[in-house]
């Protein structure tokens, strides 16, 4: 029998039940960023550990053939686009750069907060999708010993 | 105890760390003991009733760790034997702590006492935050809402530095694996 690359099937198996749950507390941290601690920058943390945490139990390859890698990575500066695009509309819409011009909302409601919540929304996927690029670009990287690339 | 009475337990905890890290024969100890120096940073932040900055540097501790262990596995460093005649050099260093030291007495003993800065700027958010954002973590709303422009800075570093990491490890997203090793 062939070889898989990753751990054992231990390994396999319990990541495959747990990589979900962590994913879905860093959508959590970002959802509620407003409300609790937390925010984009920590959920989109949470959310790259999880991929981190598939790329070490399976081996990048079988990452590389599940995931499109392309798609992950224009996400990330898509991202940085709309943050962009968001203050641009502020202008627009209220007259100065990043206003908060969508409805507040009523205090400790989940949707309150007006843009805050998109802009959180927007900065965990980009920090989810960018520390994953890093990650997936470090694990692909081959050390050489001694001798030039 | 008092929160001081933690937070130099804490900080010497981090000295200890940080003396092993220097000390550590073995390349992955020393990274392990780099990470009790972040975990120390992360509970001083908790403790200091910050929250979201402990959040933060916790899962960014546990990240570099991963990364660091991961980059550094595969290389055989040995740690240099350092020459011993290292002596007056140490008695020089510790005179000019110890000078710059006295100087500076005078100024902590002119810093406000500790949790009661002279800037009071923050009172501001905290009276308004809530009804002018709509946010119930202040924090938050400072970070997106009053210095929305700061954070658009942070996006561009994070964008800049992981083009430069992609750009120095040289791979093109979406590059099969077997490709890569050939070229």
């Known amino acids: ?149 | 105890m008092p929160v001081e009475t933690w937070l130099i337990f804490i900080l010497s905890f981090m000295l200890i760390g940080s003396v092993a890290a220097l000390e550590m024969k073995d390349l992955l100890s020393a990274i392990i003991a780099i990470g009790v120096v972040g975990l120390g940073v992360s509970m001083a932040f908790l403790l200091l009733q910050a929250p979201d900055l402990a959040i933060v540097q916790f899962l960014f501790e546990i990240f570099s760790v991963v990364i660091m262990v991961r980059a550094f596995i595969k290389r055989d460093y040995h740690h240099q034997t350092t020459p011993s005649n290292q002596i007056g050099k140490t008695i020089l260093v510790i005179a000019a702590l110890g000078a710059i030291f006295i100087f500076s007495i005078n100024v902590f003993k002119a810093l406000p006492p500790f949790g009661e800065p002279l800037m009071t700027t923050a009172q501001y958010y905290l009276d308004n935050c809530a009804k002018e954002t709509g946010a119930a973590n202040i924090v938050s709303s400072i970070v997106l809402d009053y210095r929305g422009y700061d954070t658009l800075g942070e996006v561009t570093v994070l964008f800049g530095a992981i083009l430069g990491a992609l750009t120095i490890l040289r791979i093109k997203p979406g590059a099969k694996p077997d490709e890569e090793e050939k070229s």
């Open chain 1, 1 to 149: 029998m062939k070889q898989e690359p990753g751990l054992t099937i231990i390994a396999k198996t319990v990541t495959r039940i747990s990589v979900w749950l962590i994913i879905l507390y860093g959508i959590y941290i970002i959802l509620h960023g407003h409300l609790s601690p937390g925010g984009g920058f920590a959920g989109g943390v949470v959310i790259a550990l999880a991929f981190l945490n598939v790329m070490l139990t399976f081996g990048h390859e079988t990452v590389t053939r599940w995931l499109n890698i392309d798609f992950l990575h224009d996400l990330e500066p898509a991202c940085g686009a709309m943050y962009l695009a968001v203050g641009i509309l502020g202008i627009a819409v209220s007259g100065s750069f990043l206003a908060n011009f969508l409805n507040k909302g009523t205090l400790f409601n989940l949707v309150s907060s007006g843009n805050i919540l998109v802009l959180n929304i927007i900065i965990g996927i980009k920090v989810a999708m960018g520390l994953f690029t890093v990650v997936w670009a470090l694990a692909l990287f081959r050390f050489d010993d001694g001798g030039e690339k």
